[in-house]
């Protein structure tokens, strides 16, 4: 159907009035321009909303206008807020979280990047009490990234009235097409590579403009939370395989023609038998040590454990006899329970408790683990790992077995673990799946 002319004004107003918004960003904001130009613009008319789907803004022009007419900042604060679900990768995990939360997390995320920022092109009327909202939220959560904020309203359910006051002041766009990365056109890969370049630029940016880096923070820590690299535990753990007999048919060093050939010849008598056994690589020996100081929740140790445990244990990676040592430490050894069964892990889950809860010191754990080997507890153990905050004192001799560094979050303040040692960061959601 062919537009009237007041329609057709309309979409160009409502065009002109993004244009203009795009525009003062790339003008303010430099080190966005390779965000800015990976979306366009397409008009939806009679949809009511607008929305952002990684490659395209959607956009009714009606509604449009009307922000603009209700006030002018409103616009460009919904662009920015649009670029930065994307930058931040809000909507690239859309299929592994509960949306209500998610929506509510990514919208105060990406809201508290640009009052961070002190956009004047940006400012609402209702931003001090916004930002008043912001501040009260930090002290539960600490950095505002979006998956902080998710985990924290799942483990404190909000009330429907307060997800309404939330909504009303961090919600800008409608999310009806956040999509798995798959399903889009521009990947979630594209979307990575251009934050690691945001990334880059932000800190010349923030130097251009001389005030502080502070108020890039929160962009930064969002940043660092979209471009973490997203681990595959179970791969890790593969680092620690031993070979070993596995009492199986080994066929792949079998030869049919000398058996069939004895057979044929000289009556039932192969000229060969099947080795009994083949070497595979498995899993035999493994210490888990926990960190027991008061940053390591106890249900996310119990879940750490849990799916260390299971992957550990899956009949294609562990022998039939198996030798799991699960050691607690905060500054000194707390426990040690050795596991040689699926009951006793069992057992350990549902009576065990968490001790200790003062500082972190890691050596003891590496002192008793060479004592064990010392006495003829591991006949060859290949690996620990390490479930920690980080903070804490190292061994500066490297051991003679591999070892993983396990954190729950990216923090750069916490000490390098040493070269010898493989450094990990998992995600809660990584940790419970």
């Known amino acids: 159907m062919q537009k009237s002319e007041k329609d057709e004004k309309i979409s160009k107003l409502a065009m002109q009035v993004l244009t203009l918004a795009r525009d003062s960003i790339m003008v303010n ?69 509960e949306t209500e939360y998610w929506d509510l997390a990514a919208d105060i995320a990406a809201e508290n990047a640009i009052l961070e920022m002190s956009v004047y092109q940006g400012a609402l009327k209702q931003d001090e009490e916004a930002k008043a909202k912001l501040r009260v939220l930090k002290e539960d959560v600490g ?48 979307w990575r590579k251009i934050s690691e370049r945001i990334k880059a630029d932000l800190k010349s940016f923030s130097k251009a403009r001389g005030n502080a880096e502070s108020n890039a923070e929160s962009i930064e820590k969002n940043l660092r939370e979209a471009t973490r690299e997203r681990y595959d ?27 069939t050939y004895g057979l044929s010849t000289y009556g039932n008598v192969p000229l060969v038998e099947p080795l009994e056994y083949r070497d595979i690589k498995k899993i035999r020996e493994f210490v888990i040590a926990i960190d027991t100081s008061a940053s390591c929740r106890g249900e996310v140790v119990r879940a750490f454990l849990r799916k260390t445990y299971s992957i550990l244990k899956s009949e294609e990676t ?3 006899k198996m030798n799991v040592h699960i050691i607690q430490c905060d500054n000194e050894i707390q426990s040690d329970v050795r596991i040689i069964s699926d009951e006793e ?21 590496f002192d008793y683990v060479d004592t064990l080997r010392k006495e003829g507890e591991f006949e060859n153990l290949k690996g620990l790992i390490y479930f920690t905050d980080g903070y804490g004192v190292y061994p500066e001799r490297m051991p003679e077995y591999d070892v993983i560094f396990a954190f729950l979050e990216e923090d750069d303040r916490a000490p390098q673990v040493p ?15």
């Open 233 to 259: 535990y179970g791969g890790l753990l593969r680092r620690f395989m031993v070979m070993g007999e596995d009492l199986r048919l080994s066929e792949d060093e079998f030869d049919y023609v000398y058996y």
């Open 318 to 320: 562990f022998f039939k």
């Open 143 to 190: 950095a505002l990234t979006a998956e902080r904020l998710y985990r924290y309203f799942r483990n404190n359910p909000l009330t429907e009235n307060a997800k309404k006051e939330y909504r009303a002041f961090f919600h800008r766009d409608e999310h009806l097409y956040w999509k798995p990365a798959e399903e889009l056109a521009i990947s979630a890969q594209d």
């Open 29 to 97: 904001l430099r080190f966005l321009d390779m965000a800015l130009s990976r979306l366009t613009l397409t008009e939806q008319r009679g949809n009511g909303q607008v929305a952002v789907n990684g490659m395209q803004i959607l956009y009714d022009p009606v509604v449009v206008l009307k922000m603009y007419r209700q006030e002018p900042n409103r616009v460009f604060r919904l662009y920015l807020h649009m670029l930065f679900h994307c930058i931040f990768y809000h909507s690239f995990q859309y299929d592994k979280v």
């Open 419 to 433: 070269p010898w040692a493989i450094r990990a960061v998992l995600s809660e959601e990584d940790v419970e799946a």
């Open 345 to 365: 892990f069992e057992a350990f889950m549902k009576h065990g408790k968490l001790k200790g809860f003062g500082s972190t010191d890691f050596r003891p754990v």
